[in-house]
């Protein structure tokens, strides 16, 4: 199994929907959990972060984290062309450990 | 706001040179990390860095990969002998002692011929 699975699409919405981006991982030692988002051949661009269980809300960005079933959620609300990129899930067990990133979903919003 | 910054941002080399990658992660940072994505792969932790030594590796980084912070603001990736599957865009991060929330720069791209 490996450590950090997530599909890697291509997702297509409408400009407006409501996107769902989900991570299913392994390693219960995993306690921050991280979504960047990346455009072609560019580095990755911290979106959201959390440490261990529960929510985040930063603007039309929501991340979710249920450590009892190991799933991490990004939710985009108001979806728009310019979201049209690839997003990666990655977690770490802490300061300094390395970070297990996900394959990416690459993301295409219509307008 | 302060970001992570890296030179070349395109390298091209010959099978079996050395490159030298730079990066100068942000300032009050003190855990400095490689990572690598060959093209259409998912991204891949090379080394992290404290404190002057290195705390984490993974298989990719062999013996023909090494860190290095030569000053107070520098970070450095060599690899000794390049192969033709080094060639990726290589990725510099950094982050802060007490979370793990790692700046990335923007990436060299490696070209090995």
């Known amino acids: 199994q490996k450590e950090v699975e997530q599909d890697p699409g291509p997702l297509s919405v409408p400009e407006g929907a409501i996107v769902s981006l989900n991570c299913t991982y392994s390693?219960?030692?995993?306690?921050?959990f991280m979504w960047y988002r990346q455009y072609s051949r560019k580095g990755p661009e911290l979106l959201m972060y959390t440490y261990s269980s529960g929510n985040k809300e930063d603007g039309r960005f929501t991340a979710q984290v249920d450590k009892s079933s190991k799933y991490i959620s990004l939710f985009i609300r108001d979806s728009q062309p310019s979201d049209s990129a690839t997003y990666l899930c990655?977690?770490?067990?802490?300061?300094?450990?390395?970070?297990?990133f996900g394959a990416g979903t690459r993301l295409f919003v219509k307008a | 706001e302060p970001e992570v910054t890296q030179t070349p941002s395109h390298q091209v080399t010959q099978m079996g040179q050395e490159v030298i990658l730079r990066c100068v992660p942000i300032?009050?940072?003190?855990?400095f990390y490689w990572y690598r994505q060959i093209l259409g792969q998912k991204v891949e932790f090379l080394v992290s860095f404290y404190n002057n030594e290195i705390s984490e590796k993974s298989e990719i980084f062999d013996d023909q990969f090494s860190v290095e912070r030569p000053d107070g603001s520098n970070f450095t990736l060599k690899i000794r002998s390049t192969k033709l599957e080094d060639s990726a865009m290589y990725f510099c991060a950094s982050s802060t002692a007490n979370t793990d929330t790692q700046y990335f720069g923007p990436g060299t791209r490696l070209t090995v011929l």
């Open positions: 990655a977690m770490s067990a802490g300061g300094g450990f390395k970070t297990i």
């Open positions: 300032s009050n940072h003190l855990y």
């Open positions: 390693n219960s030692a995993f306690q921050y």
